[in-house]
C-alpha cells in the first residue's frame, strides 16, 4: 500500500464527529430496551445491564477518540 487507497466503506471521513453521536443513540437505545424489558421480567433486565455498561464505555471511548482527531 502506498497511502493512497481510499477510505474503507461505511467510513465518512468528511463528517469525523458523528460517531460519538450515533454512539449516543445507542446507548438511549439501550436503556430503552432495558426499561421495556424490565416490565415484563425485572431479572432478563438486570441481564441486559452489562450490555448498556459496555455500549456506555464504548461511547465514551469514541468520543475521546473524537477528540483526538479533532485536535
Known amino acids: 500500500m502506498n497511502g493512497s487507497s481510499p477510505a474503507q ?6 463528517q469525523p464527529t458523528g460517531g460519538p453521536g450515533e454512539a449516543l443513540l445507542l446507548d438511549l437505545r439501550g436503556l430503552e430496551l432495558i426499561h421495556r424489558t424490565a416490565r415484563v421480567d425485572t431479572a432478563r433486565a438486570r441481564a441486559l445491564l452489562p450490555y448498556a455498561g459496555w455500549c456506555a464505555f464504548a461511547t465514551a471511548l469514541n468520543m475521546a477518540i473524537a477528540k483526538r482527531n479533532a485536535s
Open 9 to 14: 466503506p461505511g467510513l465518512r471521513p468528511s
